[in-house]
């Protein structure tokens, strides 16, 4: 295996959350169970056989290695991937693509979607990916991917099967989606962006973004700036009721020491343990 980035990696509840991210630096996550990605920051050699991108938004640290990715994929006769994104960026980058691909000398095939909040794709028939606001100094989007599953309606459990059978061929409808949202990600996005979609709090997975955590940054700056700050978190505590939060995109103003030793002082326990520091 090429190792050339940053990568960490945890699994829970059977998905495998993988990826990095700094503020300013680069973003980029993979969750190989789901055949789905969130942002292209850059470009983990293993992560190109990942079909489908969700891309919160365009800053350069969130999308720079998207011509990189599309060229990998080309060279391995690989299929034309999907990345869904704000709508807004679609033109420019086709254009940005375009320059490339009279400098490579190559074409680098995606296929765009533009995307909006109340949006929903349909991964297949078990997942299907909400799409929500998120609030940043740019167009922004936020991701929750729900688990789907048709259940029998309460008043016809317990009846056998043939009259299932015949309840069905009369045109009655016996079962009903039931749905579990079970991953949450946020991209760059002031506490709105968890706000504005309420059911991020309850996903088994939350990825989200913890940039600031110094008591002395200001918090009108940040939030101005579309970024969260630990107290954001501390604020909010009772409402994370998910079974794992991953915290990353830390600013580069901090060392890994000082984020863990500020974040557990403010939160001890981490949320029960729940809390992981992406460092």
Not at 55 to 63: E, G, K, L, R
Not at 131 to 153: D, Q, Y
Not at 230 to 252: C, G, K, P, W
Request: contains cysteine; positive net charge.
């Amino acid at each position: 295996m090429v190792k050339n980035l940053p990568l960490k990696k945890l699994s829970h509840a059977g998905l495998t959350i993988e990826g990095y991210s700094r503020a300013a630096v680069q973003t980029y996550w993979r969750i190989p169970e789901l055949k789905l990605g969130f942002d292209l920051g850059a470009q983990p050699w293993d992560f190109m056989g990942t079909p489908n991108w969700f891309i919160s938004h365009t800053h350069m640290d969130h999308i720079a290695a998207l011509p990189v990715y599309l060229a990998r994929r080309r060279m391995m006769k690989m299929e034309p991937p999907t990345i869904y994104l704000p709508g807004l960026a679609i033109g420019p980058l086709n254009d940005m693509l375009n320059a490339f691909t009279r400098l490579d000398r190559g074409k680098l095939p995606c296929k765009f979607v533009a995307v909006q909040p109340g949006d929903e794709i349909e991964l297949n028939r078990e997942y299907v990916v909400q799409v929500g606001k998120s609030e940043h100094t740019v167009p922004a989007l936020s991701f929750l991917v729900w688990h789907r599953k048709n259940k029998l309606k309460e008043q016809f459990q317990g009846i056998d099967g043939q009259t299932i059978r015949d309840l069905r061929q009369d045109g009655i409808e016996v079962s009903a989606e039931q749905r579990v949202p079970i991953l949450g990600y946020t991209g760059d996005t002031t506490v709105a962006g968890l706000d504005n979609m309420p059911e991020l709090y309850q996903a088994k997975i939350l990825i989200t973004e913890m940039t600031f955590v110094a008591a002395n940054h200001s918090k009108e700056k940040i939030k101005k700036n579309g970024h969260m700050h630990l107290s954001d978190f501390i604020e909010r505590q009772d409402r994370f009721e998910n079974e794992v939060v991953i915290a990353a995109h830390f600013s580069t103003r901090y060392s890994d020491s000082f984020i863990r030793r500020t974040v557990e002082k403010a939160l001890p326990g981490l949320f029960d343990g729940r809390l992981h520091l992406w460092l």
